[in-house]
């Protein structure tokens, strides 16, 4: 028997492998167009970022290694340009000597894998802007590091390679900007999932853009120039496509093969295409998903290999073994982050009408008590009828990789909810919980089916503009001191009996915590008080808060900075000195281990037995930890003298303060800011808001903006983008201005005339336009908010707005009146 296996990595190597390994007499000629056959493809990004130093580490073997082990006709260099199905040959160049010659076979395995998708864009072949899939790609990418000392890259695309290529850049000294086109990275998660990783990007001083595509390329003044759809132009040194792959399916398609709706080659249960003599396996087959039952290739090593020994036994044994598809397990480390996937996420399951249920829960990676405990972020999608889990995702630091296994031979096994909750795993405080993040989840799922637990999600709360839901925050007075959700009514949880009857029995009402276990102790109190309507808010406080807040981190390379709430602010960040602490006077404080509000109530607790002036050293694993301990110390008059965060371990240093006294003076403003609130949207209006606003920071104040209803329209794009919009969004957009270019006068508009005279005066007495007003505004460093909630309630997206704008609540806005000594309302 002769076989013919076209392309040496992943799925074809190991087909050759295993079938010498099953027949010592057969004939195996493999061909790979490529230098190189069985390397380690995943490995590539961390070559180029360091990591991995020794080139030839990537290399798993050579083509005379192979060959000799398994006495295989190793032909790299060599290209199949075509196939006869009916002669049952193949055409083949050999890219050293150009000779094109034919080959017999009684079998053909394809394994073309899967090609880079490279869109036709203007200025895309410009050097400097590369792909990377095999080893001549990472060489170039390499070399032009080294030879070229690059300073900025743009990486395009955001999936699991492109974060990859991301953080090895980084890695590699180089500041990153990210450009993805879908409204977060990793597409194969959930939103409230990404949300997670976009929050860990901009602790890592990584920028990116959100729902923004690159219209094009160019060269200017010796640099690429990346432009958006946005029309913004981005300087850059290099750029890294990862937009997406496809199945190199080229070869087959010329060959009459069958070709299925995603673009793969059709195979059957034993791999078989559709000619009888010929197979395929890797990232150029499709086949169908065992969960949804629809049509789909995954691009995997794991699969791959598995398919190449299962074809393997197909060839030499008969058809006896079925290929059972893939449930898409995939896993990346993003930084400090480990980021998991398995099975059907519930946005795509939504879109295939697949009834489904989700389920966020928080746990720790192990036992709390024990050093180094790390939060981890569970998410599963489950049948509501039988529990069949259907889908898991998970967003920690340590301990990820074997939960996400244990899910996905879950999924394999159709098993459900209520087996994660019987599952038995070790235990022993270094590893796990008594009860771990799988069990948890489970246990969590078990109670929704069982009607134990009503569940609400982020997005419903998010949407409630009829106040249909009743929020009671059931927290401790210091978390709520913090901040809560707008609307909250606070009755702490040990309290709760004691106002029963100050909570309305004819609404939604939804107890929440920071990750929602203490909810569901107030949500069974409720329930067995009569309270009918009762809802925890799946992920608690902790998803809602990731999940709403600002997701993209655009500007931070140009005077823009990332405050410790992770909300971007404008101006020059100061680099004031740390004072040195002498290491006997510091108090040091491990809150590991601990969730949300522990290490808060731990910093507040140790905080309080220390006199004004002495200082603490706390560290906390919660990411939440990060930005409540700036809120905590601004609430409480406490200075926050530094925060870091090493891979998942957040560590500050805060210095007691005098506790603030509202009456005291000093708490009273230093009246060297002013705020003004823009909420028409009349031109002269506007016109009186700029002037003001440029006068106050000519003289030295920092000036907020507030833009809010009408004025929202003064502050958007000239060319905005289009966005989708519900109906009313759209009415709304009908009827307002589409840009400060079409506003009108208060009075006198005469149907647009007023305006256009009012424009006209101005060039004439040499008065700067609106639009340079606002530009100087923003290039003096004034601060553009603008009202999440008028925003929601009148349709505006955060893309329709020009850059620069900040995205708040009158939160926000109150915060900034409190040092100004000048308040407008406009």
Not at 509 to 526: E, K, N, S, W
Not at 617 to 630: C, E, L, N, R
Not at 673 to 702: E, H, P, Q, R, Y
């Amino acid at each position: 028997m002769k076989y013919l296996i076209i392309g040496g990595v992943a799925g074809g190597a190991t087909t050759a492998a295993r079938l010498r390994r099953l027949d010592e007499n057969c004939e195996i000629v493999m061909f790979e167009r490529g230098e190189y056959i069985s390397y380690a493809n995943c490995g590539l990004p961390y070559y180029i970022g360091g990591t991995i130093e020794d080139r030839d580490n990537l290399f798993v073997q050579t083509p005379e290694t192979f060959g000799q082990r398994f006495n295989l006709d190793v032909r790299n260099l060599s290209e199949v340009t075509a196939i006869h199905p009916a002669e049952k040959k193949v055409e083949v160049k050999n890219l050293r000597t150009g000779e094109v010659y034919t080959e017999s076979y009684d079998k053909l395995v394809l394994s073309p894998g899967a090609e880079p998708v490279k869109p036709p864009l203007p200025g895309i072949h410009q050097e400097g802007i590369f792909t990377l899939r095999n080893v001549p790609d990472t060489d170039k990418i390499k070399q032009y590091i080294e030879e070229r000392k690059p300073r900025h890259a743009v990486v395009v695309g955001a999936g699991f390679i492109g974060l990859e290529m991301a953080e090895n850049l980084h890695q590699a000294g180089l500041d990153v900007t990210i450009v993805e086109m879908a409204e977060q990275v990793m597409t194969p998660l959930d939103y409230s999932m990404a949300a997670l990783v976009h929050q860990h990007l901009k602790t890592k001083h990584v920028e990116f853009f959100l729902n923004t595509a690159v219209s094009s390329f160019s060269k200017s003044k010796g640099r690429l120039e990346v432009t958006l759809n946005t029309t913004r132009k981005i300087e850059t040194d290099m750029v890294i496509l990862s937009i997406g792959v496809r199945p190199d399916s080229r070869l087959a398609k010329a060959a009459g093969l069958e070709l299925g709706q995603t673009g793969g080659i059709v195979v059957n249960e034993f791999l078989q295409t559709s000619d009888e003599h010929i197979y395929a396996v890797g990232d150029a087959i499709e086949f169908t998903n065992p969960i949804t039952q629809t049509k789909m290739i995954t691009y995997l090593a794991g699969p791959a290999n598995k398919q190449g020994r299962i074809l393997a036994d197909n060839l030499v044994k008969g058809h006896h073994r079925v290929y059972k598809g893939s449930v898409n397990t995939a896993i990346a480390k993003v930084f400090d982050l480990t980021v998991a996937s398995t099975g059907v996420p519930g946005k795509m399951l939504g879109k295939l009408n697949i009834p489904h249920t989700d389920s966020i829960t928080h746990a720790s990676s192990h036992a709390g008590y024990y050093p180094g405990a790390l939060p981890m972020t569970v998410k599963i999608s489950f049948s509501p009828e039988d529990g069949r889990l259907l889908g898991a995702q998970i967003v920690g630091y340590d301990g990820v990789d074997k939960r996400i296994d244990l899910f996905s031979t879950a999924i394999q096994h159709g098993a459900t909810v209520y087996d994660l909750a019987e599952i038995e795993h070790a235990y022993a405080p270094p590893f796990a919980s008594a009860k771990d993040p799988v069990n948890i989840a489970g246990m969590v799922a078990q109670n929704i089916l069982e009607g134990v637990t009503k569940m609400v999600s982020w997005r419903e709360i998010s949407a409630d503009s009829d106040g249909e839901y009743y929020l009671l925050d059931i927290r401790t007075p210091d978390e709520y001191q913090l901040g809560s959700m707008e609307g909250a009514v606070h009755i702490p949880l040990d309290e709760l009996r004691d106002h029963l009857d100050e909570i309305p029995r004819d609404k939604k009402v939804v107890p929440f915590c920071g990750v929602g276990l203490r909810a569901h102790v107030a949500c069974r109190i409720l329930s067995q008080h009569g309270f009918e309507e009762v809802y925890n808010l799946s992920g608690g406080l902790k998803t809602y808060e990731t999940a709403t807040q600002k997701q993209s981190n655009e500007d931070i390379f140009a005077n823009d900075y990332i405050g410790h709430d992770d909300h971007i602010y404008q101006g020059v960040k100061k680099k004031a000195g740390v004072p040195q602490i002498a290491v006997g006077d510091l108090k040091v404080v491990n809150a590991c281990g601990l969730q949300c509000p522990g290490p808060v109530l731990k910093l507040k607790q140790s905080i309080d037995t220390m006199a004004v002036g002495e200082t603490l050293k706390i560290t906390a694993s919660d990411a939440g930890f990060y930005k409540d301990v700036q809120a905590w110390a601004n609430v409480t008059g406490n200075e926050l003298v530094e925060v870091t965060q090493d891979g998942g371990e957040i560590t500050a240093v805060v210095r007691k303060g005098k506790a603030r006294d509202a009456r005291s003076t000093g708490s009273s403003p230093d009246h060297n800011g002013a705020t003004l609130v823009c909420f028409s949207d009349d031109l002269d209006k506007a016109l009186a808001t700029f002037v003001i606003a440029n006068g106050a920071v000519a003289s030295g104040k920092k000036v907020t903006i507030f833009f809010t209803f009408w004025g929202l329209n003064v502050i958007k794009k000239d060319q905005g983008p289009a966005v989708n919009k519900d109906l009313f969004g759209k009415m709304f957009g009908m009827m307002m201005p589409k840009s400060s270019k079409k506003l009108g006068l208060s009075k006198m508009n005469m149907a647009g005339m007023g305006s256009k005279m009012m424009r006209m005066v101005m060039k004439n007495k040499h008065v700067d336009t609106l639009e340079n007003m606002i530009q100087s505004a923003m290039d003096n460093g004034v601060e553009f908010v603008a009202c999440q909630m008028s925003m929601d309630v009148m349709g505006v997206k955060a893309e329709e707005l020009i850059d620069g704008v900040e995205i708040g609540g009158v939160a926000s806005y109150l915060e900034r009146t409190e040092t100004a000594g000048l308040n407008l309302f406009v």
